[in-house]
């Protein structure tokens, strides 16, 4: 009995620990992303009062900024003298920003090299009525 107590107090301790260090984890993520955006938001705010946008309707202006940034997609090149691919802006394809994201997709993407547009290719494997997704970053990135 004395065992199973001791058990349930370790994995307590350890599940406590786990959750301590998530926390904390997502309280600087949160941190960084808040001066990052607080920043960039000053940014956009300056450039709208400048296009004499009224300060009522800037947070639609930023919100619709945010959501436009988070679905484009990188408009990639291939550098001539490394093959390395490199990406010299971002395009919103309305279409393609409606796939979830997968850590394991079952569709890819591809944009062949000096041309703006971006192919789908689907895997054999998708069953009927299967959601189809896509990795929102490059599936051989390591995990960070």
């Given amino acids: 009995f004395n065992s199973i107590i001791i058990s349930l107090l370790l994995v307590t ?35 709208l009062l400048r296009l004499n946008i009224t300060t009522d ?8 900024y945010h959501r ?15 093959m390395k691919r490199i990406s010299y802006g971002r395009a919103m394809y309305i279409i393609a920003s409606m796939f979830n994201h997968s850590c394991r997709p079952n569709v890819h993407f591809m944009q062949q090299p000096g041309r703006k547009t971006i192919f789908f290719r689907p895997d054999a494997r998708i069953q009927a009525g299967e959601e189809l997704s896509i ?7 390591p995990y960070q």
């Fill in 57 to 64: 309707s800037i947070p639609e202006y930023i919100d619709a």
């Fill in 135 to 141: 990795a929102y970053t490059e599936t051989f990135s």
């Fill in 68 to 82: 436009c940034l988070c679905n484009a997609f990188s408009v990639r090149k291939i550098c001539d003298y490394s």
């Fill in 13 to 47: 301790i350890i599940i406590i620990n786990f959750l301590f260090y998530l926390f904390e984890f997502v309280a600087k993520l949160t941190s960084v992303m808040n001066r990052y955006t607080k920043e960039e938001d000053a940014s956009i705010s300056a450039i």
